[in-house]
């Protein structure tokens, strides 16, 4: 059954891939690595041995009620000689797709060998839920580029998060948690998308890829709700399937896959790679990423 569901898997990450180059032939060395980062990822996954978690549906709607997050609750581990394993392997898949990947993979290898970067601290750091700010001034510390070091992190802890995403986030019923934060890492949501006949709002996390729901006319950052404020930024001559939604109070955007006409929902991190142009837009426009 397991290899069957990574049969699948991979199946619809070439479907994806296929489909976003249709749309996106410029992407096209982007979402190479991406898919490559991806396979590596779900390779390691499948070698981690399974989790058992303390928690249960009761205990679960406690920490919803009172807005802690469930890995917190848990005596949950990273296995951080295999992330870290992972995250060297991350690092040349990166460098080998184009001299500005190979120069930040450069970087990093010198900062491992000159002991200014302790890969395996730093992941443990990451999955015991150190802020993006954090993680960013890390890699300023170190003239890394900000976005390429945190999604090494990430990618390098997710096979650990997801395993314990999978066994916490059913214990949940979303309905129960409005926060903008992962309700089982605490991660802010990088991308978003609409689901369901009635465009249902879901959040999608970064790290340990589990989705929540949040009211679809409200600022996930700041919170406001006067529609005014609130408008949608799409890119001229490409699918409005793939939008940012803006807020002009505090000016911070989030990125947003229309799913509902679509055969089923993508692999987030290939819709996320496949839309950089919002955020180039968003940008330009003045805005800044949640």
Not at 36 to 47: F, H, I, P, T, Y
Not at 86 to 100: N, P, S
Not at 145 to 160: E, G, M, Q, T
Not at 232 to 243: D, N, V, W
């Amino acid at each position: 059954m397991a290899d069957e569901e990574a049969q699948t898997w991979a199946q619809k990450l070439e479907e994806d891939v296929k489909r976003a180059l249709a749309d996106m032939p410029e992407y096209e060395k982007v979402l190479a690595m991406y898919r490559e980062l991806l396979l590596a990822q779900n390779e390691a996954k499948s070698k981690l041995p399974a989790v058992e978690v303390d928690m249960d549906a009761d205990r679960a709607a406690v920490c919803a009620d009172t807005g802690v997050t469930l890995l917190g609750e848990v005596d949950a581990k990273l296995d951080a000689e295999a992330a870290a394993a992972l995250f060297g392997r991350l690092k040349e898949i990166a460098a080998g797709h184009g001299e500005e990947f190979a120069e930040e993979a450069g970087k990093l290898t010198s900062a491992v060998e000159s002991g200014k970067l302790d890969v395996e601290a730093v992941l443990e750091e990451a999955f015991r839920g150190q802020s993006s700010e954090e993680l960013k001034k890390q890699a300023m510390d170190l003239d890394l580029d900000p976005h390429f070091f945190a999604l090494l992190v990430y990618s390098s802890i997710r096979p650990n998060l997801e395993i314990y995403a999978q066994k916490l986030a059913p214990l949940l019923d979303d309905k129960d948690w409005d926060k903008r934060s992962c309700p089982v890492c605490g991660r802010l949501p990088y991308i978003t998308k609409l689901v369901g006949e009635e465009g249902r709002r879901v959040l999608c996390c970064p790290a340990c890829s589990t989705t929540w729901r949040f009211p679809r006319l409200k600022c996930v950052n700041c919170g406001i709700d006067n529609h005014e404020k609130l408008r949608m930024l799409y890119a001229e001559g490409k699918s409005r399937e793939r939008y940012a939604d803006v807020c002009d109070n505090c000016k911070r955007y989030l990125k947003v896959i229309d799913t509902r006409k679509m055969a089923r929902s993508p692999i987030m991190m290939i819709a996320d790679a496949s839309t950089l142009h919002i955020d180039m837009l968003a940008q330009r426009e003045g805005f800044v990423a949640l």
